[in-house]
């Protein structure tokens, strides 16, 4: 009976969640159009009786992702919020305002940016707020924790690896994928294919932002190491593609939902490389005696 409780608490405050995404999208589009910035030129009308329903469940999908790694980190509210907005700003705004600019013709990367900025951070409040950490849980601590398993020697080189993980999965589940969704890309003018040197630099520069931005939430993170690889993946997952791809009509179905499938195969495999790469075994165990954790803690990472 407490897990279903449990449960149901969850669902209903992701869907609260979503209800401020949804609102915050609103108000963001009303301040775009307050300072007149150009939209992006769409390839075929929105209808609002549709988008609006999709609007929603793209909130909740979002509020989920950013639920999942909120739930995990230690500290208080405004400090849960402070890494959880930064993340969704990183990731969601920036990342795919620079995707969009360089792989599409559709222009006014900015209004979008401003839009997703204001709905993620709203969304990021909601769940710093509907999913507080435990007592006594200090963010502090908890980076102080961590921080003293990190050798700096070792760790630049696992850093290292870590930048080269998005792009390495990108293009490994990008070719699979190929065969599918290039066919399609041939019947969409709006759609940008760079040359390579343009696309290694726009994968690097994203790479880079995402491992700062979860670097932070590593830092942050209270639970397991499995817990973290699940939560981040869904993070990546909702925050890359998949809460936008269920609004974007003018895409073709087969484009938005295989693309969501490889998607959450990128960000699942990117955020196992990175708590493996970065993550002392250590952390998440919960008895450990004294002599077998100075042990464990001078080999880690």
Same mark, same amino acid.
């Given at each position: ?7 149901? @608490? ?13 609102? =915050?999208? /609103?108000?963001? @589009? ?5 300072? @007149? ?21 793209? &909130?909740?999908?979002? +509020? +989920? *992702? ?5 739930? &995990?980190?230690? &500290? ?13 700003f ?7 305002? #620079?995707? *969009?600019?360089?792989?599409?013709t ?5 209004? #979008? ?5 204001v +709905?993620?951070?709203?969304?990021a ?5 509907l999913?507080?950490?435990?007592? *006594?849980?200090?963010?502090a ?15 630049? =080189?696992?850093?290292?690896?870590a930048?080269?993980a ?9 070719? /699979? ?24 630099t ?16 590593i ?12 939560a981040? =993946? ?6 890359? @593609?998949?809460?936008? #791809? ?24 990117y955020a ?11 952390? &998440? ?12 803690? +001078?080999?880690?990472?």
């Amino acid at each position: 009976m407490g897990k279903n409780r449990s449960i149901l @608490g969850s669902v209903w405050k992701v869907l609260v969640a979503g209800i401020v995404y949804a609102v =915050g999208a /609103i108000l963001g @589009g009303g301040l775009v159009a307050l300072l @007149g910035l150009e939209l992006p030129r769409f390839p075929m009308e929105v209808d609002p009786a549709v988008q609006l329903p999709l609007l929603f469940a793209g &909130g909740v999908a979002m +509020a +989920a *992702g950013l639920a999942a790694i909120g739930a &995990g980190i230690a &500290g208080r509210w405004w400090e849960k919020w402070a890494v959880v907005a930064l993340f969704v700003f990183v990731v969601n705004g920036v990342g795919n305002a #620079l995707e *969009g600019s360089i792989f599409t013709t559709l222009g006014s990367q900015g209004a #979008l940016l401003l839009s997703n900025t204001v +709905a993620g951070v709203l969304c990021a409040l909601a769940v710093s707020l509907l999913f507080p950490a435990p007592p *006594g849980s200090k963010l502090a601590e908890q980076v102080r924790a961590i921080r003293s398993r990190w050798r700096s020697t070792r760790l630049l =080189g696992r850093l290292f690896l870590a930048l080269l993980a998005f792009p390495l999965f990108y293009f490994f589940f990008g070719a /699979i994928i190929a065969p599918i969704v290039v066919p399609h890309y041939q019947q969409l003018d709006f759609l940008i294919i760079p040359p390579m040197p343009t696309m290694l630099t726009v994968l690097l520069v994203r790479s880079a932002m995402f491992l700062v931005v979860s670097l932070l939430v590593i830092a942050a993170w209270r639970g397991s190491r499995l817990g973290l690889i699940i939560a981040l =993946g869904l993070a990546h997952f909702v925050t890359v @593609g998949f809460a936008g #791809l269920i609004q974007t009509t003018f895409f073709p179905a087969v484009l938005r939902w295989t693309h969501s499938i490889e998607i959450l195969a990128d960000s699942m495999f990117y955020a196992w490389a990175l708590v493996w790469l970065l993550v002392p075994r250590p952390l &998440g165990r919960k008895e450990e005696s004294p002599e077998v954790a100075q042990t464990v803690h +001078a080999r880690a990472v």
